[in-house]
């Protein structure tokens, strides 16, 4: 008969192996969860964690919404594969936008977030973003055009330097941007113009 510490040897590296490959295989699990399938950007979930950790790493981190402008009508008018294909776009964009400094993620639905470890060229760089989510987007012989609404702040410029707090201000910007509310309410007038002419605190572009 083998003796039990014997076949205790003969079995460990099978455990190990075992282990290592279920291991592997909740970490891809884990990690497909934190990416958007359709446009390989992080998740909500995914991307809260990224940015917390730049946060932790750089307090002064600019937060950065953006939604896309008449992306209803184009999945209205040509279909959901159509709007699939403009959301995969857009987030390909975005992440070569962002470069490998910035994270990039989707929120869901036509909203996309980023977090920015250096701003000092915001301005321009969010015209350039917006410029290249305006692009067309080719699907089957259709060439696809949306825009974007873009709102960011500066996590040290807030009362409340936290990444919700940035989040919600980056939001509100965003939204003043297609002159109405969160809830849809219309304000007296678009911030669009004013926007081109002030730029501290928050930052607001439409494309």
């Not at 039990?4 to 891809?28: I, K, M, N, S």
């Not at 002159?179 to 926007?195: I, K, Y």
Request: hydrophobic share 45%.
């Amino acid at each position: 008969m083998t003796h039990p510490e014997t076949v205790l040897q003969l079995l460990a590296p099978l455990l190990a192996g075992g282990w290592a490959l279920h291991a592997h295989r909740l970490y891809q699990r884990l990690h497909r969860g934190r990416k958007d399938p359709l446009t390989g950007l992080l998740t909500r979930d995914g991307w809260t964690r990224a940015a917390e950790r730049v946060i932790r790493r750089n307090p002064g981190a600019t937060v950065l919404l953006a939604d896309l402008n008449g992306f209803k009508a184009v999945n209205d008018r040509h279909g959901h594969d159509a709007g699939d294909a403009v959301l995969a776009a857009a987030g390909e964009r975005l992440a070569a936008w962002c470069g490998r400094n910035d994270v990039a993620g989707r929120l869901g639905g036509d909203e996309f977030v980023a977090i920015l470890t250096d701003d000092t060229r915001l301005p321009d760089r969010m015209a350039d973003l917006a410029e290249a989510l305006r692009q067309p987007v080719g699907h089957h012989g259709l060439q696809l055009r949306v825009g974007a609404s873009i709102g960011a702040a500066r996590l040290a410029e807030l009362d409340t330097p936290t990444l919700a707090a940035a989040l919600k201000a980056a939001d509100t910007a965003m939204y003043q941007v297609k002159g109405r509310t969160r809830r849809g309410r219309r304000l007296l007038a678009p911030a669009a113009a004013a926007v081109r002419r002030r730029i501290p605190q928050r930052f607001r572009l439409a494309a």
